[in-house]
């Protein structure tokens, strides 16, 4: 039987969707179909037939297309979600819900009609409580719909750690637990320095000014683009979650997972470390966590828990 050319769907063609399209056409792992609504045909099928022209410089064999009608989507592997509403400075993520969450029901409708056995990764926010609307919507399993936060929150936290040492970024692991908001929570005993714990090389006092800036970081980009929210490390985090399915890479990273009482919660989308291959979400890590650790996990719980509350019945 001959081998089939993978298709990854991005619903939402604007910064963050066309930029995901772009990464994962260049890195060649499958086709791509970029859609958003009617209003938009135009420019996203420009948007696309710009990407495709760009593979013939760059040698990649991805096909690329733009569409507002899902019918082009059909027996997509994988979905990525990015449709939707951004913040603007002064507002917050939770702002988004109600406006987002009538989109996710809509465009998750048209994603499992036309590709019932695909895994969907959501990015747009209020990123937990989209991921858990898509998860209600589709009817899907668990491990099949996986929100994006953890990549984005920890490359952040891995950035700012490597610019203090002069180190190299990929020198630099950690994790980012809990909601894709300011009370998220990096953890620094889980994270290092070429295997040498950050306590060791950074001040207490220093490693927390750059924990509040990790929470924060979002909207220190929203304050600086002033029309619109950070695109290029969303998008490189999205394509590192496609490639990690698509190639069944089988990696350790943080995902928006749904939680069925690990780390003692039921019934909530949140971002914790997984395994991430073939099947989706293959496995939820659970770290072992101090008391305080804890508790900021269950504070940044408690806010996923009040969005989630906003959400229309
Ligand atoms: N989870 C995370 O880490 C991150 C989440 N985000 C979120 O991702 C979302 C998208 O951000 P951007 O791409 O910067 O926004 P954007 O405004 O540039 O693009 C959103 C696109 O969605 C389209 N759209 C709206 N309704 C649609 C529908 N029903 N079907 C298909 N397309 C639809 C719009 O026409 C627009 O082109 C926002 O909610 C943003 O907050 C952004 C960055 C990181
Ligand atoms: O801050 C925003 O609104 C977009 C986002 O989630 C991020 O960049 O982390």
Known sequence: MAIKRRKISVIGAGFTGATTAMMVAQKELG???????????GPTKGKALDM????????VDSRIIGSSDYESTRDSDVVVITAGIA??????????????????????????????????????NPADAMTYTVYKESGFEKNRVIGQSGVLDTARFRTFIAEELSLSVEDITGFVLGGHGDDMVPLIRYSFAGGVPLTKLI??????????RTRKGGGEIVGLLGNGSAYYAPAASLTQMVEAILKDKKRVIPTIAYLEGEYG???????????????????????????????????????????MSALPK
């Open 52 to 59: 495709l022209e760009s593979t013939p410089v760059l040698g």
């Open 265 to 307: 919660y039921e019934d909530i989308y949140l971002g914790v470390p997984t395994i991430l291959g073939g099947d989706g979400i293959e496995k939820v890590i659970e770290l072992d966590l101090l008391e305080d650790e804890k508790e900021a996990l269950d504070k940044s719980v408690e806010s996923v828990r009040t969005v």
């Open 31 to 41: 086709d791509v179909v970029l859609v958003d609504i009617p209003q938009m045909d």
């Open 87 to 124: 913040r603007k400075p002064g507002m917050s993520r939770d702002d988004l819900v109600s406006t987002n969450a009538k989109i996710m029901k809509a465009v998750t409708r048209e994603v499992v009609k036309y590709s019932p056995e695909c895994y969907i990764i959501v990015l747009t």
């Open 203 to 212: 001040s207490e006092q220093r490693l927390e000014e750059i924990v509040e």
